[in-house]
DNA sequence: TCTGGGGTCCTAGGACCC
DNA sequence: TCTGGGGTCCTAGGACCC
């Protein structure tokens, strides 16, 4: 195992195994800012939600995460650390592209490809009778291509999946991690438990109760102690623990649950405030739904209280639809369950969940037709569905604030802080 | 000036059926 | 009428990931 910056394939050990990449892009949505604002680059640069407000940091750059700063820290906390950076939204469209590049970028190399998030990537580039190209050359060529679109990515190479996984964090930004097939053990067993994907704070002070601090002690644990531990994951983590991995699947996972939720700057305790805010993020909800066909069995609704308790209520309900009108009065019952008047609320989120795989519907309306004017025989849904395919229509042509319903906006007005002369600003990232 | 947002998966308990 | 057990569906909550 080691850093390798030589490109000679002929001085590289023979590698006998599987080759699996994690590829990393480092600081990624902080790196896109400093590629779009050259002025920005060299500088501390935070991506995320407002000081003022209630936001976290989404990413900083590394100039930033010199003071301390980093990725889930409190906003406020980041300001402090870090008073000259230079903060920003994020542009998450922009990063969807940029991550697409990337992503084109890893097929060139292999088909087999599973992508974890927007930033991270498995890539399966074992050697082949076609391809005898070795793995660490593989790597430092992907490293070069991604350097060329004006990101960089850390690399870990591996055997498997937790091997390549952990590797990729032993050296950022731009490193490259090898760990040889028959040196697993040698690399995973001195390491911490919390550095494996699945152990998080508890599963890490759980397994310290038992005197387990390293991968080796997960490996060599009681199988009852990690059964208490993992419940029904127990082996798999054990086999992770060991380097062994179940194989590639690069199918994509269907879509599970589409949810939106907002933090408000400051907590509403009116049932007024809250079903305006639940509004406004079934509209988000309805309307993902509605450009992907798809349609769901179940709603959710989610509060956080000022305690940071978090109250949820979940209805199947026959024939959901995509129509966030017609959830409306089920989603004000439901609060009806988890929320008493006068209480604070510092959160409002809506879910639906319950897709079925198999059948990925077309849109479930079509579009307004403009020949036609609405029929006066229409029923009330379709009434309803009409109206939300016009204001689909306009939200496409003019943008998502361009039309906003009377319930929505009334609300906003008296939750948003003074200083915004929009009401719709502080639903802004 | 504490602690976002979008997800997945697991567990436990209750209702209901056989 | 009382009883147990298994299976399935549903809900609430929480750990974890990026």
Known sequence: MGNFSSTDQEALPEWNGPAILLVDLDAFFASVE?????????KPVIVGGDPTKRGVVSTASYEARKFGVHSAMPSSTAARLCPDAIWTHGRHDRYKEMSQKVMEILLGYSPHLIQVSIDEAFLDVSPTRVNRTHPVIVAQQIQCDIDALGVTCSIGLGTSKPVSKIASDQDKPHGLTVVYPGHEREFLFPLPTKVMSGIGPVAQKQLKEYGIRTLQEVAEADQAVLKKVFGKNATMMRNRALGIDSALRDEPEPVKSVSNEISVA???????????LIATMAHKVGRRLRKKGLEGTTLHLKIRYENLKI????????????NELVWLPQLYD??????????????VGVGVSGFDPEAVQEQLFGLVDEQQPTSPLLTEPEKKAALLDARDLIADKFGERSLQFGHEFTSLKQTTNSSSKNPGDYLDR
């Open 266 to 276: 400051e907590s509403v305790d009116t049932r007024h405030d809250i079903e305006a």
């Open 334 to 347: 439901m609060l009806d369950e988890i929320w008493s008047p006068g209480v604070l609320v510092r959160l």
């Open 311 to 322: 109250r949820t209520c979940q209805r199947k309900i026959a024939n959901l639809g995509t």
């Open 34 to 42: 400093q590629l779009d604002h050259p002025d920005w680059r060299g």
